[in-house]
């Protein structure tokens, strides 16, 4: 609401072409909050609003835009000026805003920007997607080890502009070659002593991330060991960029989507919901919905072929969803557990004896807590149409073995998923669930022929 009341009078500033307020309008705000003003004008409206501001701010605002709205501007606006924003982009941010724009766009804004920049692009564009090369920035503020504190400050203070951050400063031989790591802390806290060499503050044990690296890995090392930003090497140990915090958090936002998604039995997303076409949205649903479906079928089929005892004990019937839904929930609790520990870091795949270990115990002590509680219903609720005890046992039993049945399956499946190579999410709750499903049904089955006869 708040927004909607600033429109008619930036429109006012934009049909007045009221330089001077329109550029007060752009500074007086966080960034953030100047973009969130302008979210009821057309993509035209606010290029033409921050077009008059100066370059940093003007790059600032439009990093707040929705994706679409930068879109929009890049394919719309006069591509000279949008040369020069491109070029004050932080180096990752354009190279990911380009690769979603259509190639003869991109190939005419390329003409128009410096040719280290151009250069800088198209090398960022080669790493694949999902890699630490493909989120790093290359603006990284590297020294030489034998400045003294006294010239290391002066070179960073005429250069500071160009690093996206300085809270880690890299120290590099002269084949750019990573050799040490001075904080900004430390730098500042050696000013007492301006002439000693950085050599002697430098730290040597460094951790790194590799331009091959996959970027859920480097995510969980940053998190792992709180670090601000982590440098990344080629194959030589030559620094090529590092990988910052926001982007680390943007990882693992995108990572813990995708295996949301996946959890879900949904094939991942390439937009957001909403962007996301209905056809493209049905197929995606549907792959899995598929599988499920053919899951569910082997269940009626399993069924059917105890047709005759189930027409012989008809009061086995109404505990079916019972048994099937208690290993199912089983399976997809120790699906979740161990797919996020897998993802976190918190296990690896030569734990796999004490996981199996630790859910059999875990599977024993629900199994027999819900077999406990299911032999409370059966001769409480349904004592009139269970012969005896031994038919008043099968129920108990047979939660005792699929409840088991189910926190394994659940638990083993991802870590094979994970020896495979492959993202262990895909094991997704519905997929265990399917499983154990068919497994309920002839344990419950084989437990009741094996009492009752």
Request: hydrophobic fraction near 50%.
């Amino acid at each position: 609401m708040i927004n909607t009341l600033y429109l008619p009078e930036i429109r006012e500033m934009l049909a007045e072409q009221n330089v001077a307020e329109l550029r007060e309008f752009c500074s007086a705000l966080h960034p953030a909050r100047t973009a969130e003003f302008m979210d009821g004008l057309t993509s035209t409206e606010s290029w033409g609003v921050i077009r008059v501001a100066d370059r940093p701010i003007r790059k600032e605002i439009f990093t707040y835009f929705d994706i679409e709205r930068q879109l929009e501007i890049l394919r719309t606006q006069d591509r000279d000026e949008l040369g020069e924003l491109i070029t004050d982009l932080a180096a990752d941010d354009r190279v990911d805003i380009l690769n979603e724009l259509e190639e003869e766009i991109v190939d005419d804004l390329l003409m128009r920007i410096p040719v280290e920049e151009r250069r800088d692009i198209l090398r960022l564009s080669q790493y694949p997607e999902g890699t630490a090369g493909a989120v790093m920035t290359t603006e990284v503020a590297t020294l030489s080890a034998n400045l003294t504190v006294r010239k290391a400050l002066d070179e960073l203070s005429r250069e500071t502009e160009e690093y996206e951050t300085i809270y880690y400063l890299y120290i590099v031989d002269d084949d750019n070659q990573l050799r040490g790591l001075v904080s900004a802390r430390q730098l500042l806290a050696a000013m007492r002593t301006p002439d000693t060499q950085l050599v002697d503050l430098m730290e040597t044990d460094i951790v790194a991330a590799n331009v091959m690296d996959d970027q859920e890995e480097v995510a969980n090392k940053v998190a792992k060991l709180d670090l601000l930003a982590i440098p990344v090497l080629d194959a030589e140990r030559h620094i090529v960029g590092i990988i910052t915090h926001d982007d680390i958090i943007d990882v693992v936002r995108e990572e813990a989507t995708e295996d949301a998604h996946r959890i879900a039995a949904v094939d991942p997303l390439d937009e957001s919901y909403l962007k996301t076409g209905v056809l493209t949205l049905s197929w995606k649903r549907g792959i899995w919905l598929g599988i499920l479906f053919i899951f569910a079928l082997l269940t009626a089929l399993a069924l059917k072929q105890y047709d005759e005892k189930l027409e012989a004990w008809a009061w086995l019937v109404p505990f079916i969803p019972l048994v099937i839904s208690s290993g199912g929930n089983s399976g997809s609790q120790s699906a979740t557990l161990i797919i996020t520990a897998l993802a976190r870091g918190h296990v690896t795949l030569s734990d796999w004896w004490t996981i199996v270990w630790r859910e059999l115990l875990m599977g024993m002590l629900l199994g027999g807590a819900l077999g406990l509680m299911g032999y409370l219903v059966t001769v409480t609720l349904f004592s009139s149409t269970i012969p005896g005890f031994l038919g008043a046992s099968v129920v108990p039993l047979t939660l005792f073995l699929v409840v088991i049945s189910g926190t394994l399956t659940g638990s083993i499946l991802p870590l094979i998923f994970a020896r495979l190579g492959w993202d262990p999410a895909m094991m997704s709750n519905p997929f265990v669930a399917g499983i154990i499903d068919i497994l309920g049904i002839i344990i419950y089955m084989n437990v009741a022929i094996a009492i009752l006869l």
